[in-house]
């Protein structure tokens, strides 16, 4: 069953623009992660965040993590052509991992 | 450093007949987990693995789904007998020390039953 849900579904954004997703989930969770998938391939981890960390930055991805509000970002900076493609979270629970739908994104040369 | 590989990529099939998926993690990781991706229902965890051991098949939807991991590089997943609505893409993942640290994904095999 999915417990995150990404918001938007899909983002079409131009090359050098930021791209931020959202993610809300609706129980506790030990870490929250980010995976991104290009078409046809398999999913690619990003970063994790702990549950009690805010912020976490890898290069030009900056992810939050609000546990008040059961909800965390993503936020690509100056995105590229090479961006394009969906974009997961996935929350951890003790040993059950959850992912969410997914959001598109298309980033526009 | 190979990461983990699904064979075959792609299968085509009849309903009634037996599909096996194959799985290869990378090496020293001790855990595999088996997935299913549609666009209806995104992605379901089916069933994983610690040091060769079923821990959770809980995603398993039904007796005709069966997996096993003979030993610590290679897993498999059969669907017999399959039916269309099997149609889908499986991916095999893998990590060292399990569901908190990051899993790492194969290409998946594209499923199709007719």
């Known amino acids: 069953s999915q417990q995150g849900e990404e918001d938007p579904q899909a983002l079409s954004i131009q090359e050098g623009e930021n791209a931020t997703m959202n993610c809300s989930y609706k129980t506790s969770i030990n870490n929250l992660q980010w995976y991104r998938q290009n078409s046809g391939r398999g999913l690619v981890h990003l970063i994790l965040?702990?549950?009690?960390?805010r912020e976490k930055h890898s290069g030009r991805l900056r992810v939050t993590l609000d546990t008040s509000k059961k909800s965390s970002s993503l936020l690509i900076t100056a995105s590229r052509a090479a961006d394009t493609a969906s974009y997961f979270c996935?929350?951890?629970?003790?040993?059950?991992?959850?992912f969410g739908a997914g959001t598109t994104v298309t980033v526009r040369a | 450093d190979a990461g983990v590989i699904q064979s075959p990529r792609h299968e085509v099939t009849e309903m009634g007949q037996e599909v096996t998926l194959r799985c290869k993690p990378i090496s020293g990781h001790d855990y595999l987990f088996w997935y299913r991706q549609t666009m209806m229902r995104g992605l379901e965890l089916l069933i994983y693995f610690n040091n060769n051991v079923p821990i959770d098949d809980s995603g398993m939807p039904e007796d005709r789904f069966s997996a096993k991991m003979p030993n610590a590089s290679f897993s498999t997943l059969k669907i017999q007998p399959s039916e269309p609505r099997d149609s889908a893409v499986y991916f095999c993942a893998s990590s060292l020390r399990g569901m908190m640290q990051p899993q790492h994904f194969g290409d998946g095999t594209r499923l199709s039953i007719l």
């Open positions: 965040i702990r549950s009690n960390e």
């Open positions: 996935a929350t951890v629970l003790g040993y059950k991992l959850s």
